[in-house]
Structures are given as C-alpha cells and as structure tokens.
C-alpha cells in the first residue's frame, strides 16, 4: 500500500500538549517538513521561546535549546556564530518576540543575522492564560485587558514585520496565516524560503504566522479561524514586506 | 617561562581566555572591563574568533549560552550594574548545566553607583546571583598575572563541572598594569556529548533546558547538582596563607583589599604584631576549613573589605563563634589604605 | 629593601599614563617587581589625570600610591592636591611652564623645569611629559645607561612608529641635560 500521507521525520513521535484547535502543531509540521525537504535535520538547531510552544524542544528532532522568555535570537546567535554551518531556527510566540524579546528580535534582524524565525501571532499570552500581547488588537479582551485594549492607555499593536522592514539589515520577512487551506500552503512556501534563504547564507528571515487561540479567544476552533479573517487579517495584512532577492 | 610583558588586569583576561582555547566573546561597554571588549574586538577577527557587541548585557549573555550549548569555550565581561542584567543568563546557564566564564570588574554600588574599584557584589557572585538553587565557582584574583591564571583554571573548572565560573575582579585590577607571564596551554578538552552541535543524525537529539515542570524531577536535578558542588567544596578550594605560622590576628581578604592588607601587615610585624593574612582565591567555595583551623589558634579576626561588610559573614560561620570578627572597609568605590589596616590591626592587638 | 612609589599627575593628554609605563617598563627591564595603576573614568577627559607606578625590589603590595616618594606634576592642580601627601624627604618634579608657584614644602627636594617650553621650543610640545621623565632619570642616576633607557622605550613605542624612538630619546636629553 502506497504511503500518502505520514509524519515528517523531523518532527518527534510524541503526542503534542497543544489545546484542541490551536494552529501551533500545523506550523510545526510546516517546519518539519521543510526541514526533510532541505535534509539539513543533522544539522538544524532549534532554539525554543518561553510561552505556549516552550515545549517545542520535545516536538523536534533535530537538537533543540530552550532559551529564557524573548532571548531566543540572542541564543540563535551564539549557536550560529558558533558553526556557521549549521542551520539555526528559533520558533517564538508574540509576547516572547515582540514585548520582552523585542530588542533582541530587533538587534539580530538588524545584524542580518543568518538565523529563521518563526514567529507565531496569536494577539495573546496563551500559556499564562490570556493576557494581553503586544499584539493584541484595540478592543480586544484578555484577562489583563477585561474592558477591552485601551489604546490610550496601553498603546496599540505592534506590527513587527511592517516595523522590521524599516531596517537594513533583514533579507526577508513576509506575514503569512494557517487558518485555510490556501493559507497553509502560502505559509508553507514562505517557511522553506526562510530555511533556503539561510542554507543559502543569505540572512534574517521571519516569517510571522497570524495563529489562532481558540481558548484564550473565547471561541470554537472554527470561529477562531473565522476571526482571523475577520480582525486580524485586516490589521495584519498577509505578504512580503521585504525580501532583498526580489529587489535585485 | 615566556617573557613577561606590561599588561592591563583587563587585557591580560582576555589574552588567557584566548591561550585557553576561547574564540567566543560577546560583550556590551561599561566601565572598567571595557578593555576586556576592546582587546577581544582586535584579535577575535585575526584568528578565526567571534567577537560580538551585543545589543545589551542580557543579549550578551544569551549569546553565551547559545555558544556553550553548541559545546565550545566561550565568555562575556561586565561591570557590576552588567552583571545584575546578565543574572537571568547565569541562572539559565546553571539550570541547563552549562559551562561559561564571566568576568565582572567590579564598581561601586548599588544602583548606577560609580566607576571606582569595589568588592561589594560579593554576595551576588557567591550566593548565586540570580533565581533558583544554584552556584558559580567564584575565584578572585589578587595581581595581574592571576587575572590569566585564574581565567585559564575558569575555562577548566567550568568544562570540568558544567557551570558557570566568574572571575570577580574590582577596578583596580581591571586597570593596573604589572608583569605577567602568559605561559598558558590549551587544558585537556573535556568531552561534551550533550552538546547540541547537530545531530548529524546519527543520535538522538540533544536538548539543552532548563525548564522541568515536574518538581520531583526538577528537585532531582538540584539535588544532583548540588552533589556535583560537594565535590567542588572538598577538591577546588584555593586561597593563600601569609604569615599565618605564629599568627595571633588574622587579616582575611581578597583581590586588592588582601594586598592592601600585606602592606599594613609588613608594618605591623615590623612593630612585633603576630598578624597573618589568608587570601581566598576562590570566594565559592570559601575557604571555611582553613579559617575554622585558624580560629583554632587565632584571637582575632578582621575582614578587610571594598564593602559594607559581605565576606565577613562567611568569615564569622567559618570561625563559628570561637574568636571575634571584626570588619574594617572602605565602600563606594574608595579603598582602605593601609594604615587603616595597620591601625585595625593594632587596635585588635591591644 | 628599596621601593620607590611615583605619582605623575596632571591633565588628561599630557602623557601621563606614557610617562609612567615608560617607568614601569624601565623598572621591569632591569629586574625590579612593578605596577602602573592609572585613575580611569570621566576624569581622564578633561580634569586631574594621574597615574601610580611602583618599582621595588621586593613584591608589590598595594599598587595603590597615596604616600609618593616622587611626584611629577604637570599643573596646578596636581601640585595642589598631591602636595602634601609626598613623604618627607621625597622630591617634587614641576612642571614650571604650567605652574608659576613654588612648592611650598621644605621637607622635600623640589625640581623644577620649564618642560612645556623646553618641548615647544624643541618642536615636540606633546613630549613635554618625556623631558621631565629624562630629568627624573638623570636625579636618579639611570642616564649612564642609555641602551636601558632605549630598550624600555622600544617596549612602549610601537615598530610601526620607530622614528619616535630617537624623538623620545632626545627629549629626555634634553631633560637630563637641563640645568636650572
């Protein structure tokens, strides 16, 4: 019997901790499988965030770092500067990338750093509850935001891939969603350039997943998805805000 | 024995760390380890080394773990206010076992305080210094030349017990210049199959964590480790004895402090004062041993400090209530002279 | 046992550290224990610079100097602030370009040498610093060597700017042959 569908190897045989719904094991498996096509597992190093995907370092089976909350492009770093050979991702949530990590995140797009990020937004602190991200939309509910976020008090979102393309260190930064089929596979694609970009030793390459939170949203799966087209799609618009091979 | 050479504490650390097989250095500007940087930013890109400014102290840290996770030798430098940021990096790399070298040059404090030499992050380095159970071989240098020293027995120790060992220097040894000898050899490589360099699928993956949401399994790592510094305690030890034969007062002090004190103590034994001196040279793990047997024969103590007084409470738990302890100190960045010393000592003799 | 503790002070850019690792290089090279401990920080920017340096025959204590046996001011208010703290007996290089008064102590030997002038009129004003250093090394005896002397300057002049060694070298002449 033909083989049409089965688990990249790449990612771990061991049942993932994730809420029923939530969108962090689709973008594992995207990763994962652009990890098998490129066949660099060997020499792929993961470096974990601290938040929801902390657990990552169990997911993957190439070697795998937990780094403390928002530090991880700083580890990336050192693990990169190390053996420039080897192929170095670090898979971040929001809070983790875009509150407390912000300079680091800045600094090693900066740099042009030749790491991958994957950086997931959700607009939430998933595995502290539902706080307030800084990605959170205006309006929005979370525990620390009950009537809902404030913009006069605590400031509006920030959109990083709009805000990294400022810079002129990164090579490639695109935003991308994994709430439908069609989506899926565009994040697919952005994902392997990512991880080609740096076999290549081209440089910085994020790719922000717009992510749903079914639990902390308050919703279904299916209304989850929905929302992101509806909120968060319109203030995060999918596509490429700087890719330096395409300008050549 | 090569030749000896003029060099600053600060450049001397750097030169050793090199010797001792080190092409890793991340660093952030503060005064006064900035030479460490300096001196690193000039010879890491001539022989195939990293030398990196990062984007802060916290950064810089990070950078570090990244570096020794992959399993190979690497270090920062700080002043004071720096190594207060970089304590979330020490508490990781003592979570995840991972071996580093860190030098902090210390100033006055607390706060921004100032620039000028100090001993009072005595507590931070040999508590621990952040978060969590955990410890740092902790080995303070008393000339230039143990700035080298102590830096290639740092990178050794730190290989040897999968931990953090800081170097905690002040100002003046930072700044000064003396002779030194440079005669340092590569230590033995220490094999590090944890390391997460590539599977190169051929193992399992490697993790590197720190993070154990189980307490009885997290328990069981502290509990582990702790073991490993029992062994550190009975095997690691250093300090120097200093007229300590026939002594009668004993002078306990470290790094500039403890030089400043054989001054006084020369003066003192000129007068006919039984005074000796011990220097601990590591500051974790104390020398309790050797000052419990002096409080065997001593009648007296005095802590010589750049602090408002940190050692001396391990002093008083090793002298364990047989003989007084007293303290004579500068602090804020001002250092004790040594008729201070000299007139501390004299009162004691009375 | 013989220790001599220097002090050079004056204002950052004067030469000070130079002078002073020149010494303890002079020192190391003929077999003595030595340090140089610089003051660091702002300061060196504008107000006092100074800089410790020990040559002794016997281990280096405390490489802090508070009690000199020499002092070499370069202005005012190094010669202010250190004045006093020179042991008795010791001796006070001045700089009398840039300090008009005299020392006020008479329980030390006090030199003085217009070195800025010497320096300027010789076409090197940033070596006044050297000049003084040849005048201390002649009070002290340490001018019939000159191959010693051109040995420790090779050890803080770097190859890459050789004709300064013969520059130094005659400033500090000029300091050794200066007579008041």
Known sequence: ?248 | MAEKVLMKGNEAIAEAAILAGCRHYFGYPITPQTEVAAYMAKRMPKIGGTFLQAESEIAAINMVYGVSATGKRVMTSSSSPGISLKGEGLSYLAGADLPALVVNVQRGGPGLGGIQPSQSDYFQATKGGAHGDFHMIVLAPASVQEMAELTVKGFDLADKYRMTAMILADGTMGQMMEPVSLDFAEGEKVEKPWATNGTKMARPHNVVNSLFLKPEQLEKTNFERFERYETIKQNEVMYEEYMMEDAEICVVAFGIASRVSKNAINEARAKGIKVGLIRPITLWPFPEKAIAAAAEKVKKFISVELSMGQMIEDVRLAVNGKAPVTLCNRTGGMIPEPEQVLAAITEAAK | ?180
Request: proline share 5%; with cysteine.
């Open chain 1, 1 to 248: 019997m033909a083989v049409v569908f089965d688990k990249p190897h790449a990612l771990a045989d061991v049942p993932l901790h994730y809420c029923p719904g939530c969108t962090h094991g689709i973008v594992h498996r995207l990763v994962a499988e652009v990890i098998d096509e490129l066949g660099i597992e060997g020499r792929t190093i993961g470096v974990a965030p601290v938040g929801c995907s902390v657990m990552a370092y169990d997911y993957f089976n190439c070697d795998m770092i937990e780094a403390a909350h928002g530090r991880a492009p700083a580890v990336a770093t050192g693990v990169k500067r190390s053996d420039p050979e080897n192929i170095v991702f670090t898979y971040q949530g929001d809070g983790d990338l875009a509150s407390i990590g912000m300079a680091e995140t800045v600094h090693s797009a900066a740099r042009n750093e030749n790491i991958t990020i994957i950086f997931i937004n959700n607009a939430i602190y998933g595995m502290t509850g539902g706080q307030m991200a800084p990605t959170s939309l205006p309006g929005q509910v979370t525990q620390t935001s009950p009537y809902g976020r404030d913009t006069s008090l605590c400031g509006f979102p920030i959109k990083v891939c709009e805000m990294l393309s400022q810079l002129d260190g990164p090579e490639y930064l695109e935003r991308v969603a994994v709430n439908n089929v069609k989506n899926v596979k565009n994040a697919k694609k952005a994902i392997k350039k990512a991880f080609e970009n740096q076999v290549n030793g081209k440089g910085f390459s994020l790719v922000e997943v717009i992510s749903s939170c079914p639990t902390n949203w308050g919703m279904t799966p299916k209304k989850a998805l929905e929302w992101i087209d509806e909120k968060m799609i319109p203030y995060y618009p999918l596509g490429v805000y700087k890719d330096r091979s395409a300008e050549k």
């Open chain 3, 1 to 180: 046992m013989s220790t001599t503790q220097y002090l050079f002070a004056g204002f950052g850019g004067q030469g000070i550290l130079f002078s002073g690792k020149f010494l303890a290089y002079k020192g190391l090279m003929d077999g003595a224990n030595v340090s140089w401990l610089p003051s660091y920080g702002p300061e060196m920017r504008g107000g006092t610079a100074s800089c410790s340096v020990i040559v002794s025959d016997t281990p280096v204590g405390s490489p802090i100097v508070s009690r000199p046996d020499v002092l070499i001011a370069m202005n005012l208010p190094s010669l202010d602030k250190y004045e006093d703290a020179v042991v008795s007996g010791g001796t006070i290089y001045v700089d009398s370009t840039l300090i008009e008064r005299k020392v006020k102590r008479t329980d030390v030997k006090a030199i003085y040498i217009p070195a800025t002038k010497l320096a300027s009129d010789n076409g090197t004003p940033t070596l006044a610093n050297m000049i003084i250093m040849g005048k201390v090394l002649s009070e002290e005896g340490q001018f019939e060597n000159e191959e010693g002397i051109m040995a420790a300057l090779k050890k803080v002049i770097s190859a890459k700017r050789a004709d300064m060694l013969d520059v130094n070298m005659n400033v500090m002449r000029l300091g050794h042959e200066y007579a008041e």
